[in-house]
Structures are given as structure tokens and as C-alpha cells.
């Protein structure tokens, strides 16, 4: 890494918030900054928000950027290609766009990429040489570090778990696909099932009090012991399990970190996930897999590539 004293500003941005941060060389962050995406508003508008977050933080000459977005990603070129959760984003080229707005060089890397970085660098995955970490948000990512490396593959692609199919005749994605396991897991699946199922008249003590349904409030009933609410997550568990037996039987990592928003569940979610791959994978009973919860949280983009672009040269 560089010399700690020279700052960087990571920022982790998708569908639903920006976050962003001031890092030194030794991984810690010193100060942070946050904003909505609103990405309904249009890529302009989007991007100012980052500009602006970036700029609060203190942008000088000396400070460089990263930012760790939605893929597809090309990381060489600093190109998004149509993100399925970012409408109106075809092939943007966010690099230069931000590099000609803020006057110094900014690195663009695929987001659940630089969290299963940030992870393996500082977090859960520490030490471990094969992992597969998942992000369960709006949409559902992950990425991979085999043998000790990160690993995106032939095109810079790998690793889009959330876009495998576990489900043949499931819901249509916004990919294109249909039964991919983010339309059955991400943020929004989840809280678009149980909004039709408290309107054909579930009982659950989600009907109770008001304000936007999210996962965050299904959790909490959960937690609560709403026997609907714990169905739900049971069976986003399951489908998240599966997905990651396929991924293990052809990888064999040692390590699945589970992060995102729905991640904040604990064992609610980590459970039923755990509980899948023991069904479904094969010789499970000889491998020593560990399933655990991401320990950076929502700092683990911000970490991830701020300490991917120092060390791997995509700044230059």
C-alpha cells in the first residue's frame, strides 16, 4: 500500500444508498459520508450525489478515488454496462466521467467484488485463501478469492451467483432471466411477496403500525417470533443455500461470508442458509465449510476498494 499519510476516498454506491469514506493506508477509516441513491433520478443526478459525498470528505490534489459499483463492470476501462438495478445506466463511462469532475484519478471495480476484498483483507475472510462472499441487498452479489487471489474471471464477470437460476419456472429477473436467485431473494422480491400475501389476508403482526415495508421491518417481526415473518426469511435462506451448494460443489472454498442488508437477520437468515447447504451438498459431511455473517458491514466496499486500487494498480 502507499504511504498511510495520503488519504483516499472510497465510495460503495447501489441501487439504494452511497456510501463513502476517508481511508489511510493501514485500512481505517477516518471519516464518512452518506446519501440515497435515488437512482429513479437519472445517472446525472446520481452522479453529482457522489461527487458531492467525495468533496465533503476533503478532496484535495493528493487524495485518489475508488468507487465499487453495480456490475457488469469493466475495472480497466472504468465502464458500467447496464446494471440491472440502475435503470438508464448503459455503458457508462463512470471513470472518466468522474475523473473530468473531480481533477484526480479514479478507480471503478464491481461492487460485490471489492466487498469480498474488503472481507478477505480486513474482515471475516482474513487468512482464508478460498472464499465466496455474498452481498444480499437490493440485488443479491458476490464475488470470489481462490487461491489466495481475487478472482473476476476471463471478462471481469465471474462470480455473479445472483444471477445463477434456482427456480425454472420462477419470477422474471430485471436481467432478463427468469428464477435467478436475486429475483427471489433481493430486497425488493422479498418485500413484493409479503405485501401480496398480507393483501390475501396473512396474519402477521406486519399489518400493525404503518410506514414502508422493508426487509429490515420483516426482520424485526421475525425476531419478534411473527411465525409469517420467519417463513419468509426461511425461505429466502433456502434459495440463497442452494445457490451456494452449486457454487461450493464446483469451487470447493472454505469460507461463505454473508453480508448485505438482509444479512442483519443473523441467524434467522444464516440458518435456513446453513441448513440448505447441508441438504444440498454433496460430501458435505467431509468438507470444513464455515457459513458466517460479514464482520465490516456496510465498511466493506469502502475498505475493499480503497486497498484493491492501491495495490493493483488500477490508478494508473
Known amino acids: 500500500m502507499k504511504d498511510p499519510v495520503e488519504p483516499f476516498v472510497g465510495v460503495d454506491f447501489g441501487a439504494t444508498n452511497i456510501r463513502a469514506g476517508l481511508v489511510d493506508g493501514e485500512g481505517r477509516i477516518l471519516r464518512r459520508a452518506h446519501s440515497g441513491t435515488y437512482a429513479s433520478e437519472g445517472k446525472e443526478k446520481v452522479i453529482s450525489r457522489i461527487v458531492k459525498l467525495v468533496r465533503d470528505l476533503g478532496q484535495n490534489d ?53 466487498v469480498t476484498y474488503g472481507e478477505w483483507m480486513f474482515g471475516a475472510g482474513k487468512g482464508v485463501r478460498n472464499l465466496l462472499c455474498l452481498t444480499l441487498g437490493s440485488g443479491v452479489g458476490s464475488g470470489l478469492v481462490l487461491n489466495g487471489s481475487l478472482y473476476t474471471g476471463a471478462n471481469g464477470f465471474a ?15 430485471r436481467c432478463g432471466a427468469r428464477g435467478c436467485l436475486e429475483s427471489l431473494v433481493g430486497a425488493k422480491s422479498i418485500v413484493a411477496e409479503v405485501e401480496s400475501a398480507i393483501a390475501s ?35 429466502a435462506g433456502f434459495y440463497v443455500g442452494v445457490a451456494v451448494s452449486n457454487a461450493v ?20 437468515i444464516i440458518d435456513p442458509i446453513r441448513k440448505a447447504i447441508s441438504s444440498n451438498l454433496i460430501s458435505f459431511s467431509l468438507r470444513a465449510l464455515k ?14 476498494i480503497s486497498a484493491y486500487s492501491r495495490v493493483s494498480g488500477a490508478l494508473k
Open 249 to 268: 460443489a464446483l469451487l470447493d472454498v472454505e469460507m461463505v461470508v454473508v453480508g448485505g442488508g438482509i444479512s442483519k437477520a443473523g441467524p434467522l
Open 159 to 173: 462470480a455473479e451467483l445472483g444471477h445463477t437460476i434456482v427456480e425454472l419456472k420462477g419470477p422474471q429477473c
Open 291 to 304: 457459513v458466517v455473517r460479514s464482520q465490516l458491514g456496510d465498511d466493506a466496499g469502502i475498505l475493499g
Open 62 to 114: 493528493r487524495m485518489e478515488v475508488g468507487i465499487a459499483c453495480p456490475g457488469p463492470v469493466d475495472g480497466s476501462k472504468g465502464i458500467i454496462f447496464d446494471p440491472p438495478n440502475l435503470p438508464g445506466w448503459k455503458k457508462v463511462h463512470l471513470k472518466e466521467e468522474l475523473q473530468d469532475e473531480l481533477g484526480t484519478r479514479v478507480s471503478v471495480e464491481n461492487d460485490a467484488n471489492m
Open 201 to 235: 389476508g396473512h396474519e402477521t403482526i406486519l399489518t400493525q403500525g404503518s410506514g414502508e415495508m422493508t426487509v429490515s421491518r420483516i426482520s424485526s417481526a421475525a425476531a419478534k417470533g411473527d411465525s409469517f415473518s420467519v417463513k419468509i426469511l426461511e425461505k
